[in-house]
């Protein structure tokens, strides 16, 4: 009867520890932490330079004022960003009311003393045919006849409106005066840009400028797009100013390779980034960064946590470059293997996990 019931009491203990162990167990799995995951793949890693810097031309013309006047002519359908054409009129520049009244009685003055000298130099001439005067005084007479008509002339080229003229094919990228509006000689009016001679101009820091060489192409983004390719063309020797507590740069200038689309806003000055390839590492093991930890205290110690049957197993690896996104993984791990990314920094040794769908 004893013995029954010593059988009984231990088979009730084996069962209640059972049934902790699964509740645990089933407690554990429940409570997962929720991770993704990623495979262990082969790839390509594009390593590239990333610096900031803006977008400009090399031929940049600003059209000025020739006189003082009005200005007029501005047509409506010239904005910035309008294609205009070599020694295509973009406005006229005309007397000022005040300045034409002052002209005309100029003129009047003027088209007399024309007059006059013109016949005095008729009468000097058949003088000089018939003998009765020197050479030297008919000379004084056509000398003073073609100064006055030389004074004419300025004075009625002053009434007429004074054409200003697009100094190359290009697009205008600023406006600077409207119809009406009184200008100064040498006032800025437009500035007139070729936008198929576009460079950009990155800011390398002091870390990665022996990274640029020379014909090294890269993409220039503008708002996180692709918007043209380039060419590395010149390298500055010089570094920059910079402020305490930053990184000293390099000015880096990259010419832009391809045709810009006419109908594209592009501002010049805008901000741009550049990424210039400097090597590429072809067919190699690859995971998600993000999927690397370090051990404490050890920046050479990595590890990652290798997802398996529902748990997470930490597993040091040995890495090699990365190009921001992805880094090559040079050892401890194989091929098709799944790894931790999100949440590999939370979890521990062993959990139960739950991969995110």
Do not use: H
Not at 53 to 58: D, E, L, M, N, V
Not at 79 to 85: L, P
Not at 114 to 134: H, N, P, Q
Request: net charge positive; with cysteine.
């Amino acid at each position: 009867m004893m013995k029954k019931a010593i059988i009984l009491f231990f088979s009730l203990v084996v069962a209640l520890t059972s049934l902790v162990l699964v509740y645990r167990v089933l407690g554990a799995r429940l409570n997962a932490k929720v991770v993704k995951i990623a495979e262990v793949t082969r790839g390509d890693l594009v390593l590239k330079v990333k610096a900031p810097g803006f977008i400009t031309s090399r031929r940049i013309f600003t059209v000025t004022a020739p006189i003082a006047g009005e200005i007029k002519g501005v047509s409506e359908q010239l904005v910035a960003g309008s294609g205009v054409k070599k020694n295509e009129v973009l406005c006229y520049i005309v007397p000022t009311a005040e300045e034409e009244k002052n002209l005309l009685e100029d003129l009047k003055f003027a088209e007399m003393n024309f007059e006059l000298a013109e016949k005095d130099l008729e009468v000097a001439k058949r003088l000089y045919e018939m003998k009765a005067i020197s050479y030297q005084e008919y000379r004084a007479k056509e000398i003073s006849f073609l100064r006055e008509k030389s004074n004419l002339d300025k004075l009625q080229a002053k009434l007429e409106p004074r054409p200003v003229y697009s100094p190359i094919d290009g697009v205008l990228v600023k406006i600077e005066v409207k119809n009406g509006q009184i200008v100064n000689g040498g006032k800025d009016l437009f500035v007139v840009a070729d936008l198929n001679s576009l460079v950009a101009v990155l800011n390398v820091f002091e870390s990665d400028i022996n990274r640029v060489y020379p014909g090294m192409k890269g993409n220039i983004i503008i708002y996180g797009e692709v918007k043209f390719t380039g060419e590395v063309e010149n390298i500055s020797l010089m570094r920059e100013e910079a402020s305490p507590g930053t990184t000293p740069t390099y000015k880096v200038y990259v010419n832009i390779t391809e045709k810009v689309d006419p109908t594209a806003v592009l501002r010049l000055g805008e901000t741009v980034v550049g990424e210039l390839v400097y090597r590429t590492i072809r067919n190699v093991m690859v995971l998600p960064l993000e999927a690397i930890n370090y051990e404490s205290g050890s920046l050479s110690r990595t590890f990652v946590y290798v997802y398996k049957n529902g748990r997470a197993k930490r597993r040091y690896v040995s890495v090699g470059e990365t190009d921001g996104v992805l880094i090559e993984i040079k050892g401890g791990l194989k091929e098709g293997e799944k790894v931790i990314t999100y949440g590999s920094y939370y979890v521990k040794d062993g959990e139960w996990v739950k991969v995110e769908k």
